[in-house]
């Protein structure tokens, strides 16, 4: 079903932002920043794992796609680097983010401070939410039937919610609404594709997603600042390759 993943991730957030409200603020500092190390590595876990089982599967292939499936994963991961740092899609999105936050910083929901409060807290889970490779690469494989990657990804976003909400308040549930249509708007885009695209380019956006989920590991972890926004166009190399060499 496109959009599980999605489903999940709303349900998330919005559970960390009711625990947030309830008990949040009674958290330590140095129990969220654990459990974001313990999420961070899993996802390293499972984007390894689940990289090595898609060219696992391609290796057993006997034709051009099964014989230089490593190449083609170095390839297109090197090329769609390359193309990420020229189109400067990391940056790009980082000023989306600060660009909207601008727009919302001066806005006044009469003399409450509480309803300032809502509005930041709106916008900067919002940006946290959708504004990021994960976001994207999560909504792709969601709507070409592996919604593993958003799974994750709502463990991540249900422990943030908790303390954003126990600090910014309300505000961050109301994130959810463009969580929900932009992710879901991009699986059922990948969703009506994944009934034309081979099933062995499906494979190749896999090994790709594992490299790169791989990459936000470490980011969470704090080991390497990768700018893995920049190597999206990745996805789109390797899917090409899959799809005229099927």
């Not at 599980?4 to 969220?32: D, E, M, S, W």
Request: net charge positive; proline share 3%.
């Amino acid at each position: 079903m496109p959009g599980i993943g999605t489903i999940a991730n709303v349900c998330a957030i919005l559970a960390g932002t009711f625990l947030g409200l309830t008990v949040g603020k009674k958290i330590p500092t140095r129990v969220r920043l654990n459990a974001e190390k313990a999420i961070g590595l899993a996802i390293m876990v499972i984007g390894l794992s689940g990289a090595l089982n898609a060219l696992s599967e391609l290796g057993a292939r006997k034709d051009f796609l099964g014989r230089y499936a490593s190449i083609i994963l170095v390839g297109s991961l090197v090329v769609g680097a390359m193309l990420g740092e020229w189109w400067r899609i990391e940056t790009r999105l980082k000023r989306f983010g600060l660009l909207l936050r601008s727009k919302t910083s001066s806005l006044r929901l009469g003399r409450h401070d509480d309803g300032q409060n809502m509005v930041k807290g709106f916008v900067t889970s919002s940006l946290i939410y959708v504004v990021g490779a994960m976001a994207i690469l999560g909504a792709i494989q969601d709507g070409l039937g592996n919604p593993a990657t958003l799974y994750l990804k709502s463990v991540l976003d249900g422990v943030t919610s908790i303390f954003l909400a126990s600090t910014l308040g309300i505000g961050v549930a109301f994130s959810v609404v463009p969580v929900f249509v932009l992710q879901g708007l991009i699986a059922l885009l990948a969703f009506f594709a994944g009934n034309v695209i081979p099933a062995v380019a499906i494979l190749e956006i896999e090994a790709i997603g594992g490299v790169l989920i791989v990459a936000i590991g470490f980011n969470i972890l704090g080991i390497k600042r990768l700018p893995v926004a920049n190597m999206l166009p990745a996805v789109f190399i390797a899917l090409a390759i899959g799809w005229v060499f099927a």
